[in-house]
């Protein structure tokens, strides 16, 4: 059953994804030489906008200073009063518009003519006043807005984010920019646990559970319990990997087991993971084996153990 609501959000969406593959078509070479000039650029881009148009310009200056390039939201009316000194003749302006009139931008405008800077401006009217004075204009299709009365920015706003997206990646890719370099500039919440690897989790030096192969059960015992992990990391005499003992084992070797050394109670082959390996990779290996610990081995120290990822450290960052 469909309501007028419902017709309502699906066309305003149609008509939006439209815009999106007539923008998509439209790009040419211009697109090109606007990356070429964010490439060249020693400084930053200084971002800028007004009204919707400023909003959109915010959250483009975010995705790109979080993708590699440094930028930085300047308020064109802000500018006109002391604020254009935040801009050096080492950034460029990427100026945000629909129509291309927008009158607070004529300060800066001037300004990064005056100063030699180069100029980028995304408007659907190129011959307009910001059109004619960019160095590279990305130009929107002009197209009716979503709402049907053409007052609402909708679809023009769609497709400059869409477009300040479209800049990010395309500069982000030609830096061969990583999920490892995204993790930098974003270390909190979800995105940033996801891209934790093993080594910042995981638990070394004084804080695992080791004995030795031929240590009496007793020890083994001990480790496990002050340990609080569950297991118990098993070495041979110059350090290596042996085993594991985990509360499975113990369970297999109840008949007599304080009578028994270490080697003869543990698993020999337990599953390992590299301490650069994503968390997320690592969480995964555990629920696809149910278990709850991993042991870490770093390929440059050979078969000596690094460290131990215990599933809580992972459920504590919100991976799991």
């Given at each position: ?52 148009s400023g909003h959109i310009a915010k959250k483009i200056a975010a995705t790109l200073a979080s993708t590699g390039t440094p930028a930085q939201f300047v308020h064109p009316a802000e500018a006109s009063h002391g604020d254009l000194g935040m801009i050096t003749a080492d950034d460029v302006v990427l100026a945000i518009s629909n129509s291309g009139e927008a009158p607070e931008l004529a300060n800066l405008i001037a300004y990064s003519r005056r100063f030699s800077i180069p100029l980028i401006g995304i408007t659907s009217r190129a011959t307009s ?192």
């Amino acid at each position: 059953m469909t309501t007028p609501f419902l017709d309502t959000a699906r066309r305003v969406i149609r008509t939006e994804a439209q815009a999106l593959e007539q923008l998509a078509d439209s790009l040419d070479d211009r697109f090109r030489q606007a990356i070429d000039l964010l490439v060249a650029t020693r400084g930053r881009v200084i971002v800028t906008g007004i009204g919707k148009s400023g909003h959109i310009a915010k959250k483009i200056a975010a995705t790109l200073a979080s993708t590699g390039t440094p930028a930085q939201f300047v308020h064109p009316a802000e500018a006109s009063h002391g604020d254009l000194g935040m801009i050096t003749a080492d950034d460029v302006v990427l100026a945000i518009s629909n129509s291309g009139e927008a009158p607070e931008l004529a300060n800066l405008i001037a300004y990064s003519r005056r100063f030699s800077i180069p100029l980028i401006g995304i408007t659907s009217r190129a011959t307009s006043s910001l059109g004619a004075h960019c160095d590279v204009v990305l130009e929107l299709p002009q197209l009716s807005e979503a709402c049907g009365t053409g007052v609402v920015p909708s679809t023009s706003t769609t497709m400059t984010l869409a477009m300040g997206d479209a800049v990010a990646i395309a500069l982000m890719e030609n830096r061969s920019f990583t999920a490892e370099h995204f993790r930098e500039f974003h270390p909190g919440g979800k995105l940033g646990a996801r891209l934790s690897r093993v080594a910042d989790l995981m638990h070394t030096g004084d804080a695992l559970p080791l004995v030795q192969a031929d240590a009496p059960m007793s020890d083994a015992l001990m480790a496990m319990s002050s340990k609080s992990f569950g297991v118990v990391i098993v070495t041979d005499a110059s350090g290596a990997l042996a085993g594991i003992i985990t509360s499975g084992d113990l369970g297999r070797h109840l008949d007599g087991l304080m009578e028994k050394t270490a080697r003869e109670v543990m698993t020999p082959t337990p599953v390992t993971v590299a301490p650069d390996a994503l968390a997320e990779k690592a969480v995964g290996m555990m629920n696809a084996r149910k278990i709850t610990c991993l042991l870490v081995l770093d390929p440059t120290q050979g078969d000596v153990p690094a460290g131990l990822l215990h599933i809580h450290d992972c459920l504590r960052v919100g991976l799991g």
